[in-house]
């Protein structure tokens, strides 16, 4: 899978080496030609380019090349002069400043600052968007946070939201349009137990409140434990479901009060986050089951099992049930007909779903169903495709399931409050309660404290577990938001600070990298967009972070090193800080999180 740069093609590359928004992919194209020429009678040689030990970055074709052709009559005496000769035919091209030979063939390439402070200067102008990386789809869906009606809303999901948030703005960035759905478990026979339960309460149904409910997991609890213990309670909520699967009117306007009760609460989550859905939960597929489970029929995928009916898959030792033994539907029937929804009727060509690793299995199993029944190609690199993004447990410090105070289930709303409470206080700490109006400081105790929670969830590798502590992501040292977002709001006060007009600047100033810092500063801000292609690619948001931290501590560097104002030097060092300060507002806002310019 490998994304395109942007269109340009290979003739006015090397007429015209502008920075087409992906250096590595650029270096690809131009090894491509060297790999040819260099080994003609090896096909499908594919240039192999890293990030360098010694250069900026590094060929590694050599050892592989030496590998197919080494005993076969080849001039080549070693991988050292295969990489001599790889060195030697590699087009002219102003972004090469030069290249070197080194270990087994290892070709080191050193980019020429020149072009590197150009290709900064041109961002500067025409916006940090023209090095979006462009994958081969339009039109992508991502399915997550996706909580269950009247059940906790829990930490689970709460990773879901921010995790597949992140993935759906890169996308977006990446101008692929993005269906953001919200699968909420708004289906199922639990339902039928709380409709009763409804009624039985609240015997005017038309005039039930949310308030009058109070607690919707509470209400859920209750109604759960006179199913289990009441007989007659029990048998009517089975015919609840029944009436309610048959369309019955009250009982579908017992079920919508339901749902819309929940939904606000997931609302006041959505809005704190300021995270977009689309709910189209499991009730919306329900119609259209029958007839999916009839086309994975007719191709003769479906077979009976102990009453219900199933679909068996190599690699599985249990089968995927499709139909319960009652005639019902279930998880894996919704999934089905979801993903032929999304496939057929919404034209998706990536379809992702963001959930704890715990629900793996289901997928795989559901997918394979899918490539058997000749939806999805064989090879799950190519599209359309399916990726279970699956992430660990939230810990808490105590490394157990997480937890706040005494309470057995933690409130997303209050969580998240927390986190703001929290931050307000170390702004007023700093004393920032007396300079500025309470709404400044409320907008940036925001920002602050809920960019913490995304941060210290994004920066991890997401198949681990990870450990919540308010004290660790809100500390203002290390790789943490709170760090981030103040080293952003040192670089905004630089710039103010020096009274120069930066949208002028941009226009006309020139950037030079003499300093080694400004070298390896302007090095990184180039490779945003192959970062943001790499996140894309694994799904790995925690690529996008480590990118993030980076970029901030070689700004510190080149901050240490380099005179800004009052230099000789301070136009072209005005606009690097112009330039990080750009790059590093773009992570933020693909890692949702709001920027602050003043601290
Ligand atoms: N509602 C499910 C849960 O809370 C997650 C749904 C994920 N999406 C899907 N298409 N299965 O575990």
Same mark, same amino acid.
């Given at each position: 899978f490998a994304f395109a740069t942007k269109s340009k093609s290979v003739a006015t590359m090397a007429a015209n080496q502008e920075f087409t928004g992906n250096l590595k992919r650029q270096l690809e194209k131009l090894f491509d030609v060297s790999v040819k020429a260099t080994a003609?009678? +090896?096909?499908g040689v594919k240039p192999l380019i890293d990030i360098g030990k010694f250069g900026d970055y590094q060929c590694n074709n050599a050892m592989g090349i030496w590998a197919k052709i080494k005993g076969k009559g080849t001039q080549f005496k070693s991988p050292l002069a295969v990489g001599q000769a790889l060195m030697t035919s590699v087009p002219a091209s102003e972004m090469v400043e030069s290249c070197s030979v080194a270990g087994p063939g290892f070709v080191n390439v050193v980019l020429s600052a020149k072009w590197m402070a150009k290709s900064i200067e041109n961002m500067l102008i025409d916006g940090i968007d023209t090095w979006a990386p462009a994958p081969p789809v339009k039109r992508a869906v991502v399915d997550f946070s996706s909580p269950n009606i009247a059940k906790e809303m829990h930490v689970g999901h709460l990773r879901s939201t921010i995790i597949g948030d992140t993935i759906a703005r890169m996308l977006e960035f990446s101008k692929v349009e993005v269906? @953001? @759905? *919200?699968? +909420?478990?708004?289906?199922? %026979?639990q339902f039928g137990m709380l409709i009763e339960y409804l009624f039985e309460k609240f015997p005017d149904t038309d005039s039930v409140t949310e308030t009058a409910i109070g607690d919707l997991q509470a209400f859920y609890k209750e109604s759960k434990s006179k199913f289990d213990s009441d007989p007659v309670f029990k048998e009517k909520a089975q015919q609840a479901v029944v009436r309610l699967q048959g369309g019955d009117p009250i009982y579908r306007k017992a079920w919508a009060k339901i749902c819309e009760i929940s939904r606000t609460e997931f609302a006041m989550v959505y809005k704190r986050l300021r995270v977009e859905l689309e709910e189209k939960g499991e009730s919306f597929y329900n119609p259209y089951i029958p007839s999916v489970i009839e086309e994975l029929n007719s191709k003769g995928l479906v077979e009976e099992s102990e009453g219900a009916r199933v679909i068996f898959l190599e690699g599985f030792n249990i089968p995927l049930m499709v139909v319960k033994s009652d005639g019902g539907f279930n998880y894996a029937s919704t999934d089905l007909t979801a993903l032929w929804y999304r496939l057929n009727e919404e034209k998706a060509e990536w379809i992702i779903y963001v959930t704890d690793v715990g629900q793996q299995q289901h997928f795989n199993m559901f997918f394979k169903a899918a490539r058997k029944a000749g939806?999805?190609?064989?090879?799950?690199? %190519?599209?359309?495709r399916v990726d279970h993004v699956g992430f660990g447990l939230v810990v808490g410090e105590d490394k157990k399931r997480f937890r706040t105070r005494s309470t057995d289930v933690v409130r997303l709303v209050d969580l998240l409050d927390e986190a703001k409470t929290r931050s307000k206080t170390a702004l007023i700490e700093r004393g920032k309660d007396k300079e500025w109006t309470p709404e400044k400081l409320d907008q940036t105790a925001e920002a602050v404290g809920y960019g913490a929670v995304k941060y210290a969830d994004l920066k991890n590798n997401r198949t681990t577990n990870y450990q919540f502590s308010f004290d660790e992501m809100l *500390?203002?040292?290390?790789? %943490?938001a709170v760090y981030l977002l103040y080293a952003h709001a040192r670089i905004s006060s630089i710039i103010t600070k020096s009274g120069k007009d930066i949208d002028e600047l941009k226009k006309t100033g020139k950037l030079a990298l003499d300093h080694e810092g400004e070298r390896a500063l302007a090095l990184h801000l180039l490779r945003f967009a192959e970062t943001v292609e790499e996140a894309c690619t694994t799904l790995l948001p925690s690529v996008l972070c480590a990118y993030l931290y980076e970029l901030s501590n070689r700004y510190t560097t080149f901050y240490s090193n380099c005179q800004v104002i009052g230099s000789p030097e301070e136009t072209s060092r005005l606009l690097l800080c112009e330039a990080t300060a750009i790059v590093m507002r773009k992570c933020f806002h693909l890692l949702g999180i709001t920027p602050v310019y003043k601290i």
């Open positions: 003609p009678d +090896v096909p269906l @953001r @759905r *919200n699968h +909420v478990g708004d289906w199922g %026979t939806w999805l190609p064989e090879s799950d690199k %190519t599209y359309p *500390n203002d040292k290390g790789d %943490t």
